[in-house]
């Protein structure tokens, strides 16, 4: 009603210039083709095309308004400007509906208007996410493979969603393929390479992971806290994956050789390539890596591991752990160490003392179960039967290890 009222202002205003330009001098206008000619006046044109405009122009919107038998669908040419607006408004709102998580309505709402929209692409891809969500795979994958189709370019944005919802969808190795094409295809896209360090942890392929490493330095996909994250758990890996069938301590050496000196100060690598020397039974050698890491850094799990190194020169040991004791008295950890050291050199009465003396101090109950079943080991083989008894009772069900084979008197 406004609209028809201000159009009615318009009409009046332009009949009223008309009638005040043209009034006195209607004007001229002269029409000639071949051996036609027309001659009139140009208000009789103006009013001439303005019915020719109404009656051609009126029956269109009637029969648009009434629209018999559907007609006036599809492609025709002044509604589809009305018919994509529409398309407009629902493809929002079924963006609105998958934003809220109503899953199958926004799905049926994007898919409906994708193909009279200006953007197919776009609500194909909102569709995919909203068809996986609700876990129907047949039809985001339907979605995706109408989006390729109607994408302009090659579409690896497209590919990278579907290597995305395979991944989701647990279909790693399908995944898996896609994104390694994409890396060929658009080589140091972040996204790509995130997804392929993300699965690479989930196989836990921490071969090819450390493959990847530098060409994640290189376009700076991670911070580099992350990467030295990455780098440190790779390393401890590839540590942790040496047996006696896989070469021993030999092949051992080899990779610590290759280690970063920056990596071997590393708490994790020193201490999963210290526990290795000790399980292959290389004693001196895991004494050096002890000793140096402690020179420049404390550590409770490092320490701890001395316990376990049965050296050739155990008083050697012992005097250097007394001497790190004298810096840090109250350490627990370097009392029960002391106090395995002590028995590997047949003192007695000490490795009681300091087994006591690391129940009492730590505030950790596995490091004190510990103490305690070390220190019940010992008194029963000093005939302290009933007291031995009551602290195995108390430790061994805490102890989440056995204890190390030593000395007793």
């Known amino acids: 009603m406004i609209k028809a009222f201000l159009y009615s202002l318009i009409a009046l205003g332009i009949g009223a210039w008309l009638y005040m330009t043209l009034g006195d001098d209607p004007g001229y206008v002269l029409l000639s083709f071949g051996n036609w000619s027309v001659e009139t006046t140009l208000v009789a044109l103006v009013l001439f095309l303005f019915l020719m405009l109404i009656v051609l122009y009126g029956p269109y919107r009637l029969a648009g308004f009434l629209n018999p038998l559907g007609l006036f669908r599809g492609e025709a040419l002044f509604g589809s400007g ?39 692409v776009f609500n194909y891809l909102a569709a995919a996410l909203a068809a996986w969500q609700r876990g129907d ?15 302009s370019k090659t579409g690896s944005g497209i590919k990278a969603v579907k290597a995305l919802l395979e991944y989701r969808s647990g279909n790693v190795e399908q995944s898996l393929a896609l994104l390694l094409a994409l890396d060929r295809e658009v080589p140091g896209s972040p996204y790509v390479l995130n997804m392929l360090k993300e699965i690479y942890l989930n196989l ?19 911070s580099g806290t992350e990467l030295q994250q990455l780098r440190e758990k790779t390393t401890a890996q590839r540590l942790l994956g040496v047996t006696k069938e896989k070469g ?18 590393s708490e994790r690598v020193a201490l999963v390539y210290l526990k290795k020397l000790i399980g292959f039974a290389n004693h001196d050698e895991a004494l050096t890596v002890a000793t140096k890491y402690l020179k420049h850094e404390w550590s409770d799990d490092i320490v701890l591991q001395t316990g376990f190194i049965d050296t050739s020169e155990p008083a050697r040991l012992l005097v250097l752990l007394e001497k790190w004791l004298k ?33 009492r101090l730590s505030n950790n109950t596995a490091l004190t179960a510990e103490a305690n079943a070390e220190l019940a080991r010992l008194l029963d083989h000093q005939g302290e039967h009933a007291q031995s008894a009551a602290l195995y009772a108390k430790a ?14």
């Open 82 to 120: 009305r018919r994509r607006k529409h398309a407009a408004r629902a493809s929002e709102e079924g963006l609105r509906l998958m934003l809220l998580g109503h899953w199958q309505d926004a799905y049926k709402m994007l898919v409906e208007n994708a193909e009279s929209t200006d953007s197919p």
């Open 396 to 409: 061994m069900a805490q102890l989440d290890h056995q204890l190390p084979d030593l000395p007793q008197p």
């Open 327 to 359: 810096a840090r008295p109250n350490s627990s950890a370097l009392m029960l160490s002391l106090g395995r050291v002590c028995l590997r050199n047949r003192r007695w009465s000490q490795a009681r003392e300091y087994f006591e003396s690391a129940g």
């Open 248 to 265: 021993g301590a030999q092949a051992l050496s080899l990779i610590w050789q290759d280690v970063d000196k920056k990596l071997r100060r």
């Open 204 to 222: 836990q392929d921490w071969e090819k992971l450390d493959a990847l490493l530098p060409v994640l330095e290189k376009y700076r996909v991670v």
């Open 137 to 151: 795979n047949a039809s985001w994958k339907f979605c995706l493979e109408k989006a390729t189709r109607q994408a």
